[in-house]
């Protein structure tokens, strides 16, 4: 059966191929009829928790289910690009490189761009995996029976964009380092380190703060 690009169209599809009627469905997951019906017509949606149960119940991933046809999956759905990643670990190159060549404290040079590379790797791997398995459980303060698939999401989105513009751009002011005497090197890299520390934090709730408020 092929797949749509829609949770709802994908719901209807495959309840009609296993000869269910809405209500049928709705009495399996212990909803209301009506709530069926709405998720069909992409009026709502229902928590990650049910997904997960309607995924298995029909055999699906529930990346398919949710929307992706020809296995695109949800990572298309949000935009997951690696150009982060690459960035910054082209970066974190240039500057361990300089390091050994002399032009910086290669230890400064390994603490704060080689640490915002990796960070920047971890989420996008770690992101990656949660995409196309369709679990989440992996996020701090997930509840997989109330959390919406979508909210989830566009946090993830939002946080790989902010946590990768950071790391180059804290990245880009290491260059600020070469200019200091070489034995306060290490003290402007730590300042820098704990910022990047910050801003993170400061994104990732930031992120959380603004769609839990879109979503109440």
């Not at 992706?68 to 298309?76: I, Y």
């Not at 404290?105 to 791997?125: D, E, G, K, Q, S």
């Not at 990245?171 to 801003?199: D, G, I, W």
Request: net charge neutral; charged share 15%.
């Amino acid at each position: 059966m092929e797949m749509k690009n829609s949770f709802g169209a994908n719901l209807s599809a495959i309840r009609n191929n296993a000869g269910l009627s809405q209500s049928a469905l709705a009495e399996q997951l212990g909803v209301s009829r009506q709530a069926v019906s709405s998720w069909e017509r992409d009026l709502s949606e229902p928590d990650i928790g049910l997904i997960e149960r309607i995924a298995e119940a029909f055999d699906v991933s529930v990346s398919d289910l949710i929307g992706g046809s020809e296995g695109k999956g949800t990572e298309a759905d949000i935009g997951i690009s690696p150009i982060f990643l690459i960035v910054s670990i082209l970066l974190a190159v240039v500057h361990v490189t300089l390091g050994i060549c002399g032009l910086v404290n290669i230890a400064a040079a390994v603490f704060l761009p080689v640490t915002c590379a990796f960070a920047t790797a971890m989420i996008y791997v770690t992101f990656t995996v949660m995409l196309k398995s369709g679990r989440y459980n992996m996020l701090a303060g997930f509840d997989p029976q109330k959390d919406s698939i979508k909210r989830v999401q566009l946090q993830m989105r939002w946080i790989e964009i902010l946590t990768g513009l950071s790391s180059i751009l804290f990245e880009v002011l290491f260059t600020l380092v070469y200019f200091t005497q070489r034995e306060k090197q290490m003290n402007v890299t730590t300042v820098l380190l704990f910022s990047y520390y910050a801003a993170i934090l400061i994104s990732c709730l930031a992120v959380n703060q603004k769609i839990t408020a879109r979503n109440r």
